[in-house]
């Protein structure tokens, strides 16, 4: 059983769109996260989300919004993509506990 | 604010030697997690081994430890035996002890580990 999976694990996309990367987790953590890994392999942190409510949220362009429907999921939106935006969007969850379970990784393209 | 560093961008290290990969930070709190993550070519964030501040014995994982300087702020991650397996990414990265925004890990730039044959 996969335990943070997001979809999907690549996106190209064209310059304008608007788009979503779906995360969800099967741990029964109450927080998630959603991190930004640039061309450069720097990860990070963007949004996070506990219990349902926005506990972090970094400087990250207002195109970007998350939304965490229940403490399983947590979905990136992202408008108007830039070609900026191309990199790999992790999601991760956590329990009050200190370790942080990672997904896949979702690669975007943006041409 | 939390900054991690990273000082070598790349190693590299023979089968079956050791290597140490540096990690210093900047915090000005007591408190607080320091984490040891490999990424491989498949881009899996890996949890390779973890040390709560408040803790002076040093962790281990097997072929993996650390030597936590506290009051150096240094954290550094020593792999043993070296295998081809070893060969990724390594990011250090700092937690906060506290909730909220202290829930984020804050992440070093990284350094690329080659493991020669």
């Known amino acids: 059983d996969t335990a943070v999976s997001q979809t999907p694990k690549y996106l190209v996309t064209q310059m304008g769109n608007d788009k979503s990367i779906k995360c969800e987790q099967n741990?029964?953590?109450?927080?998630m996260y959603w991190y930004k890994q640039d061309s450069k392999k720097f990860l990070k942190i963007m949004f996070s989300y506990n219990n349902k409510e926005l506990i972090i949220n970094e400087t990250v362009p207002n195109r970007f919004s998350p939304k965490s429907p229940d403490k399983a999921h947590l979905n990136l939106h992202i408008n108007s993509l830039e070609l900026g935006d191309s990199a790999v969007y992790f999601c991760?969850?956590?329990?009050?506990?200190?370790?942080?379970?990672f997904g896949p990784g979702t690669r975007l393209t943006v041409l | 604010a939390q900054t991690v560093t990273q000082s070598q961008p790349e190693m590299s290290v023979q089968e079956a030697e050791t290597v140490t990969l540096s990690c210093t930070y900047d915090t000005s709190e007591s408190d607080y997690y320091l984490f040891w993550y490999k990424q491989p070519p498949s881009r899996q964030m890996i949890l390779v081994i973890r040390q709560e501040a408040y803790k002076q014995q040093n962790a281990t994982e097997n072929r993996f430890s650390v030597n936590f300087q506290k009051a150096a702020k240094s954290f550094s991650l020593k792999i043993s035996d070296s295998q081809l397996g070893d060969a990724a990414m390594y990011f250090c990265a700092y937690r906060g002890l506290s909730g909220g925004s202290n829930y984020k890990l804050t992440f070093g730039k990284g350094t690329l580990l080659t493991v020669n044959p």
């Open positions: 991760a969850s956590s329990q009050v506990a200190v370790r942080q379970f």
């Open positions: 741990l029964g953590h109450d927080t």
